[in-house]
């Protein structure tokens, strides 16, 4: 069988496979049959000239069964595939103290390096126990919270029922339909991965004090435009006078304003502050909501664009980068809904 011949095999192979490292071993041998060299195909794929031509030769013995992922092109495993399942799901699904390893709640190499000693008698160095885990599609990730007491069905409610009722009446009878939430941007808010030369870390210096701005804040679901206020409490009172600034923005118009269950948002002088502005209803959230408040997602913008990595030794200093930032959101509506607002 000639190269052009072999093409025509390989190239519809490519275009049906799913997999993606069958994916990748096809697209080596199509390389190949273009011409390209061993050490230009390992950079293109992004794996070893080892490994590459370990597809080639598997190829070039077998022709495409050669590639399927029974056949290995490189070094054998250690582990059978079943051992391989049971080390993928017990890392994914379990905690250590869940298999014995007792009070110890998170992966690390070493735990994974322990339990397959222990369970399928093979020992494995750090660096091949981190090969064998991304190989079986697990990463190094931070872990997130999730809200045990969240209600799914109340969740659903909102994104299926209740949301799609509240913009069918915009222009109609809603002219303006808004997120509003409350967020701490403390002096000392986090420290995040940065790139930085190896061998060294990145410093941040700190002034011994944690003081930090809070804000009340408002996303509009059509327009982008984000309004906010800084104070030093959250309460009834400055709660109220955030009203005030949304009122102040769109003076006509009935406006609705979707918000989490907080306390001060029940409280009696709020809801006889609602009384008074009629035009300004409010629409309550289901109880813990992970990600339906959609102005949460400008919170983590701000934090990461202002605070994460640095250290404020003034107060004021806080609040002038945190104006900067709405001022240069608001000039950017567009950016601000694809980034928010697209997703509901």
């Given at each position: 069988m000639g190269i052009p011949e072999e093409k025509h095999l390989v190239e519809p192979a490519l275009r049906e496979i799913s997999d993606k490292r069958m994916y990748e071993?096809?697209?080596a041998v199509l390389h190949r049959l273009e011409g390209r060299t061993i050490k230009d195909i390992s950079k293109m794929i992004k794996?070893?000239?080892?490994?590459?031509?370990?597809?080639?030769?598997?190829?070039?013995?077998?022709?495409?069964?050669?590639?399927?992922?029974?056949?290995?092109?490189?070094?054998?495993?250690?582990?059978?595939?079943?051992?391989?399942?049971?080390?993928?799901?017990?890392?994914?699904?379990?905690?250590?103290v869940d298999v014995g390893i007792e009070a110890k709640y998170t992966w690390t190499l070493k735990l994974a390096m322990l339990f397959v000693e222990?369970?399928?008698?093979?020992?494995?160095?750090?660096?091949?126990?981190?090969?064998?885990?991304?190989?079986?599609?697990?990463?190094?990730?931070?872990?997130?919270?999730?809200?045990?007491?969240?209600?799914?069905?109340?969740?659903?409610?909102?994104?299926?029922k209740t949301f799609?009722?509240?913009?069918?009446?915009?222009?109609?009878?809603?002219?303006?339909?808004?997120?509003?939430?409350?967020?701490?941007?403390?002096?000392?808010?986090s420290l995040q991965y940065s790139w930085f030369p190896?061998?060294?870390?990145?410093?941040?210096?700190?002034?011994?004090?944690h003081e930090g701005a809070k804000l009340f804040g408002a996303?509009?679901?059509?327009?982008?435009?984000?309004?906010?206020?800084?104070?030093?409490?959250?309460?009834?009172?400055?709660?109220?006078?955030?009203?005030?600034?949304?009122?102040?923005?769109?003076?006509?118009?009935?406006?609705v304003m979707i918000l989490d269950n907080g306390r001060i948002h029940h409280a009696a002088e709020v809801r006889?502050?609602?009384?008074?502005?009629?035009?300004?209803?409010?629409?309550?959230?289901?109880?813990?909501?992970?990600?339906?408040?959609?102005?949460e997602g400008l919170w983590k913008?701000?934090?990461s664009d202002v605070v994460h990595n640095v250290f404020y030794k003034k107060f004021y200093h806080i609040r002038i980068n945190v104006a900067a930032f709405m001022k240069r959101v608001n000039k950017k509506p567009v950016e601000v809904i694809d980034r928010l607002c697209i997703r509901m």
């Open positions: 071993r096809y697209l794996r070893t000239e080892k490994t590459t031509a370990g597809y080639i030769h598997s190829y070039e013995r077998e022709e495409l069964e050669g590639l399927s992922l029974g056949h290995s092109p490189g070094k054998p495993h250690r582990l059978m595939d079943e051992q391989e399942r049971i080390l993928a799901n017990t890392v994914a699904n379990k905690r250590p222990r369970e399928f008698g093979e020992c494995y160095t750090e660096k091949g126990m981190s090969v064998l885990l991304h190989r079986l599609g697990l990463s190094h990730t931070k872990a997130t919270y999730t809200m045990e007491l969240a209600n799914p069905e109340e969740q659903h409610t909102f994104t299926s799609p009722a509240l913009k069918k009446l915009m222009k109609q009878e809603i002219e303006h339909l808004l997120f509003e939430d409350e967020c701490m941007i403390r002096a000392y808010q190896v061998g060294a870390q990145r410093r941040i210096p700190t002034y011994g004090r996303l509009n679901y059509e327009t982008g435009q984000v309004l906010y206020r800084d104070g030093e409490r959250y309460d009834t009172s400055a709660f109220i006078q955030f009203l005030d600034v949304v009122l102040k923005a769109y003076p006509t118009g009935k406006r006889n502050y609602l009384k008074q502005h009629t035009r300004l209803q409010f629409v309550f959230l289901p109880k813990y909501p992970p990600d339906l408040n959609l102005i913008w701000l934090k």
